[in-house]
């Protein structure tokens, strides 16, 4: 158990429509990562947040956003589906040791699945 | 940005050793390892940081070279316990204080047979 809790698992919806992924860090981790994992990507990097600010962004799609909430809890909004967004999505946590994010704890993912 | 890793695959018998290479384009401030085992997510493995400061693993090291922009992973005598993927991920210097963007490679898939 890495200490990282993502919800829901798994979530199944229709094309066009808009889902909520939680994330909540380990306890005393400052910094939230959220990747996206597909089977040919790879973990593809989406954005950063620290201690409730967004500090670097990836490949993040407009239709997507994301928040860091004072309580350290993230949650990545992903808007006007489509078929391409079926994906892993997983969130980690860290508490940067200088320059460097240091090690990640990863959630288990939320599996979401566009029809 | 994104590192490139070498192979995309590889199969061992037990006991047999593995090299995972990985290269960027860009100058690194460190290199991190993560093992993604079918299914689960994926788990811390060591950090390289420019300088030679190593944390890591107990049977699985790595080696740094900043100059050339690569690392290597070195699995030795292994286990099926190490069959999974194996990604690399990079870290660019600094753009701001808690600005952190580690980016993966494709990863690499081992799997150790009997």
């Known amino acids: 158990d890495s200490g990282v809790t993502q919800t829901p698992k798994h979530l199944i919806t229709a094309t066009g429509q808009r889902v909520t992924l939680r994330c909540s860090p380990r306890?005393?981790?400052?910094?939230v990562y959220w990747y996206q994992q597909s089977l040919d990507q790879g973990l593809q990097f989406l954005i950063q947040?620290?201690?409730?600010?967004?500090?670097a962004k990836g490949n993040i799609l407009e239709r997507f956003s994301a928040q860091q909430f004072p309580d350290l809890h993230s949650e990545l909004n992903l808007s006007s589906l489509e078929l391409g967004d079926s994906a892993l999505y997983f969130c980690?946590?860290?508490?940067?040791?200088?320059?460097?994010?240091?090690?990640?704890?990863f959630g288990e993912g939320s599996r979401l699945t566009v029809l | 940005q994104q590192p490139v890793q070498s192979p995309q695959a590889v199969i061992l018998r037990e006991g047999e050793d593995a090299v995972i290479n990985c290269s960027s384009s860009?100058?690194?401030?460190?290199v991190h390892w993560y093992r993604q085992k079918h299914g689960e997510a994926p788990v811390f493995l060591m950090i390289l940081l420019k300088g030679g400061e190593q944390k890591g693993h107990e049977k699985i090291s790595a080696s740094f070279n900043e100059k050339k922009q690569q690392s290597s992973l070195y699995l030795t005598a292994s286990q099926l316990s190490y069959s999974g993927t194996y990604f690399c991920g990079t870290e660019k210097s600094v753009a701001g204080a808690g600005s952190y963007q580690l980016t993966f490679g494709k990863g690499t898939k081992l799997s150790v047979i009997p």
């Open positions: 980690a946590s860290s508490f940067p040791s200088g320059a460097t994010t240091g090690e990640l704890f």
């Open positions: 306890s005393g981790d400052l910094s």
């Open positions: 860009k100058a690194l401030y460190s």
């Open positions: 947040y620290y201690n409730g600010e967004e500090r």
